[in-house]
């Protein structure tokens, strides 16, 4: 049984270049969350994603965006790269109707670097 | 913005000894959940405790839920060099017919061999 899937694992990038990550989720689960976390910082809630359509946004600029498919499966798109986008990019599943009574699963995340 | 602060943000023990982490809220929740983090990679969940719960235990681990003080501890009995990582306390926050989990800020935890 796979568990949450990230690509990629690192990427280089230059400020105002465009990014995509990709997140397919655990089995059977049907919502996708982003979190970005700094480095020494905790996860920052991005937006998550259930029934192809954003449910909740986190405060981040619209310059980060994202997409579910029908699969459930998840991109994050980040345009006009900043340095400060550098992070690691977490992805993490849940079933809806779990009513988040069992918490995420996560992906091994996808580490981004701008210069 | 963090939901969450954890205390203290480092912790330095020996193996074998307990290590005691502290987690504060600020607003009312459903359920409050405590995950590890590896060296920089993907969280693993550890413990889910509800909101009607006080104290909640899994192998080594002792969790418990003051929610009148917004609290909530991590005790992690007979430590290991394994045990080594980072932990955050996450809060539920349900918007839009979905759950959403906050991070706190974490502890960074160092078990000395």
């Known amino acids: 049984d796979a568990g949450v899937t990230q690509s990629p694992t690192h990427l280089i990038k230059t400020r105002g270049q465009q990014v995509t990550l990709r997140c397919s989720p655990k089995?059977?689960?049907?919502?996708v969350s982003w979190y970005q976390q700094a480095l020494g910082q905790g996860p920052q809630f991005i937006f998550q994603?259930?029934?192809?359509?954003?449910?909740q946004r986190g405060n981040f600029p619209d310059r980060f965006s994202g997409h579910q498919f029908p699969n459930y499966s998840s991109e994050l798109n980040v345009n006009a790269l900043l340095l400060g986008d550098s992070a690691l990019y977490l992805c993490?599943?849940?079933?809806?109707?779990?009513?988040?009574?069992?918490?995420?699963?996560f992906g091994s995340g996808t580490r981004l670097t701008v210069v | 913005s963090q939901q969450g602060e954890e205390d203290p943000q480092a912790l330095s023990i020996q193996e074998g000894e307990n290590a005691t982490m502290n987690c504060s809220y600020k607003t009312s929740i459903n359920n409050l959940q405590w995950y590890r983090q590896n060296s920089g990679r993907g969280l693993v969940h550890l413990i889910l405790i509800r909101s009607n719960e006080r104290e909640k235990h899994s192998g080594r681990l002792r969790v418990t839920l003051d929610t009148s003080k917004k609290s909530s501890s991590l005790l992690i009995t007979a430590s290991r060099a394994a045990d080594t990582a980072s932990y955050f306390c996450a809060t539920d926050a349900y918007t839009s017919g979905t759950y959403k989990y906050i991070f706190g800020t974490g502890t960074r935890l160092k078990v000395l061999a």
């Open positions: 993490a599943s849940s079933l809806r109707t779990f009513r988040g009574n069992y918490g995420y699963t």
């Open positions: 089995s059977g689960h049907d919502t």
């Open positions: 994603y259930y029934e192809e359509e954003e449910r």
